[in-house]
């Protein structure tokens, strides 16, 4: 064919195609200029807005012609209705940072509308705040639930449904286990989920299951304040940091805590200032109104000396400290910032008729102006927790716990020089992977050189996720775990019942707590080294004008001779009402 032939049709073909992808265009272009045609005649035919909106009284409508200054919100948008069954039953297992989890959680349903009650029994949701650090705590719960699973099949057939929850670290680390293997469990809610409760319960009204166990990085309850769900409103408990970074090979709170944040200064010191301020409560005894404040507060966290303040704009009272020789740590410390010295001279400068405790310091990071301040100021209770965990170097270091024992009796040393007369307790594991029967001769002999006046005593419990699970073997048999225990025991009653013997016919402050649970007739509280004290409940002479005899109350200070000593217990005789200011010269 000729080239010029060839270039015509090429050109006609061209000019072909064009139209046809102009002509199949245009008509893509008419059919959805036809579907929205359609689409809109669907929407006209259809409900409006006002057919979704419940009718406005007229009584209620305010007029066109008025100005609602006080309602900003279009009258189509209403609140949910507060749920019906909203009768809420907490049971709190473990230790002192789950008491205040209570508390922020009851905190944040209280303002939901919910309402507190003393059993369960009449109870529409049952909460368990759940302990997961070893397996006791945790069978403990199951047992639980077995027995709320029957109430609740009672409860459905006569007052209605009851939802059950598990909060806390339990929640954290069992996750599917839960809601598979207990059908009964209605939500989950880990540490750092408690703000989501309220939604939660509303799902599970529906007859879902619902599950929040997602962890933060920054999340601290800091505009939270807690409502203290403990009868004994003469102490309470306030948490200033949340999660741990030790990462300790035995340890299931970094997985069920997360990482270590702290809360801001000004949050823990407004909420330590309400616990501070007098408030009227109604005196039974005497049939009127007294004004009475906590008396006690024991800042919490898994390393308070770690406490670190980056978002105040105050000026740090002392500088970043350095760790001490014999001790290390696995992650870099952070600089700047308010650090756990200067958040405690804060806190005791609130009221001087407050003790403040504090726990639970990790030995690695214990700076000397920790013990100088707690030395020079009265109302820091001269009591310090110290856990050891083991007194044997080789199980220390596969505990990764970052000290040796001779860094720890350093310590211990350091701090009897500075603070005289200061009391010490610890937590010991025993049995844990691989350690011998000379690691455990070990730490009784720590046990003996030391001399604590109280300590947490356990058997290792392997724990999942954790690193002695990945990388040990749990080789120690159970039997031997439980003699260990038994000797370990044994022998810190033996020191402590000496430490007890050398306060016989001491002058002791006491913080009275109540009525003694063995006798009606006496009254115990804690003295300044959180020892337990008894004395008979007699009428005192009045510092007043009047002839008439007082009583002591729970919240008051009380002078008490001790008279003799147990392992575990003082007991005395009451002298007379005090303050904690005047009462320095018996100490």
């Known amino acids: 064919m000729e080239p010029l032939k060839l270039s015509r049709l090429l050109y006609r073909a061209k000019v072909w195609f064009s139209h046809r992808r102009l002509s199949s265009s245009i008509s893509q272009a008419q059919r959805a200029n036809t579907r929205?045609?359609?689409?809109?005649?669907?929407?006209?035919?259809?409900?409006?807005?006002?057919?979704?909106?419940?009718?406005?009284?007229?009584?209620?409508?305010?007029?066109?012609?008025?100005?609602?200054?006080?309602?900003?919100?279009?009258?189509?948008?209403?609140?949910?209705?507060?749920?019906?069954?909203?009768?809420?039953?907490?049971?709190?297992?473990?230790?002192?940072?789950?008491?205040?989890?209570?508390e922020i959680a009851w905190s944040i349903l209280q303002k939901s509308g919910y309402v507190r009650v003393n059993s369960a029994t009449e109870a529409d949701v049952?909460?368990?705040?759940?302990?997961?650090?070893?397996?006791?705590?945790?069978?403990t719960i199951w047992n639980r639930l077995k027995q709320l699973g029957f109430m609740k099949r009672k409860r459905c057939n006569s007052q209605g449904p009851m939802r059950i929850g598990i909060l806390g670290c339990m929640a954290e680390r069992l996750?599917?286990?839960?809601?598979?293997?207990?059908?009964?469990?209605?939500?989950?809610?880990?540490?750092?989920?408690?703000?989501?409760?309220?939604?939660?319960?509303?799902?599970?009204?529906?007859?879902?299951?619902?599950?929040?166990?997602?962890?933060?990085?920054?999340?601290?309850?800091?505009?939270?304040?807690?409502?203290?769900?403990?009868?004994?409103?003469?102490?309470?408990?306030?948490?200033?940091?949340?999660?741990?970074?030790?990462?300790?090979?035995?340890?299931?709170?970094?997985f069920t805590r997360g990482r270590e944040r702290s809360r801001p200064v000004h949050s823990i010191l407004e909420e330590v200032r309400m616990l501070s301020s007098q408030v009227c409560k109604f005196s039974v005894t005497e049939r009127s109104l007294v004004l009475q404040g906590v008396k006690e507060v024991t800042l919490l966290g898994q390393n308070v000396n770690s406490y670190l303040d980056t978002t105040s704009v105050q000026i740090p009272s002392t500088e970043t400290p350095h760790l001490s020789r014999g001790f290390s740590t696995i992650f870099k410390p952070r600089q700047g910032g308010l650090r756990f010295v200067d958040l405690l001279d804060q806190v005791s400068r609130i009221d001087p008729e407050m003790r403040?405790?504090?726990?639970?310091?990790?030995?690695?990071?214990?700076?000397?102006?920790?013990?100088?301040?707690?030395?020079?100021?009265?109302?820091?209770?001269?009591?310090?927790?110290i856990p050891a965990q083991s007194g044997s170097n080789r199980v220390l270091e596969a505990m990764r716990r970052g000290y040796t024992r001779e860094a720890y009796l350093d310590l211990v040393q350091n701090?009897?020089?500075?603070?005289?007369?200061?009391?010490?307790?610890?937590?010991?594991?025993?049995?844990?992977?691989?350690?011998?029967?000379?690691?455990?001769?070990?730490?009784?002999?720590?046990l003996r050189d030391v001399s604590y006046n109280a300590a947490f005593l356990f058997a290792y419990s392997m724990r999942k996720k954790t690193r002695a699970f990945h990388r040990l073997i749990d080789d120690v048999p159970p039997e031997v775990k439980k003699r260990r225990l038994?000797?370990?025991?044994?022998?810190?009653?033996?020191?402590?019942?000496?430490?007890?013997?050398r306060a016989v016919g001491s002058t002791q402050l006491v913080l009275v707590e109540g009525v003694s649970k063995r006798s009606d007739s006496d009254l115990c509280g804690r003295n300044d080294g959180n020892t337990k004290v008894i004395f008979p409940d007699l009428p005192m002479a009045s510092n007043s004008l009047s002839e008439n005899e007082v009583r002591a109350r729970p919240g008051d200070y009380v002078l008490v001779k001790i008279l003799s000593s147990s392992s575990q217990s003082l007991r005395g005789r009451l002298l007379g009402l005090t303050s904690l200011q005047s009462s320095q010269a018996f100490s």
């Open 36 to 102: 929205k045609e359609e689409f809109r005649s669907r929407v006209a035919a259809g409900p409006l807005l006002k057919d979704f909106v419940s009718p406005v009284p007229a009584s209620s409508a305010p007029s066109c012609m008025e100005e609602d200054d006080d309602d900003d919100d279009p009258h189509y948008i209403t609140e949910s209705p507060p749920t019906t069954h909203n009768k809420v039953y907490f049971e709190t297992y473990g230790c002192q940072m789950n008491v205040n989890d209570t």
């Open 126 to 139: 049952i909460l368990l705040v759940t302990c997961s650090i070893r397996e006791k705590a945790e069978q």
């Open 175 to 254: 996750k599917e286990e839960i809601l598979q293997r207990e059908k009964l469990v209605d939500i989950l809610a880990g540490p750092d989920a408690y703000r989501d409760l309220p939604r939660l319960l509303s799902v599970a009204e529906t007859g879902q299951q619902a599950a929040n166990v997602l962890l933060s990085l920054d999340e601290t309850y800091a505009d939270v304040m807690p409502v203290q769900t403990s009868s004994n409103s003469v102490s309470s408990f306030v948490s200033i940091m949340r999660g741990c970074n030790n990462m300790c090979t035995y340890c299931i709170v970094p």
């Open 356 to 385: 403040i405790r504090f726990t639970s310091p990790h030995p690695k990071d214990f700076p000397d102006e920790v013990l100088h301040l707690i030395r020079e100021r009265h109302n820091i209770c001269k009591q310090i927790h």
């Open 415 to 446: 701090i009897r020089e500075n603070i005289p007369g200061v009391s010490l307790s610890s937590d010991f594991i025993t049995g844990f992977c691989q350690e011998t029967e000379d690691d455990h001769q070990q730490t009784l002999s720590l």
């Open 486 to 501: 038994e000797e370990l025991i044994e022998v810190f009653r033996e020191e402590a019942e000496q430490v007890s013997q």
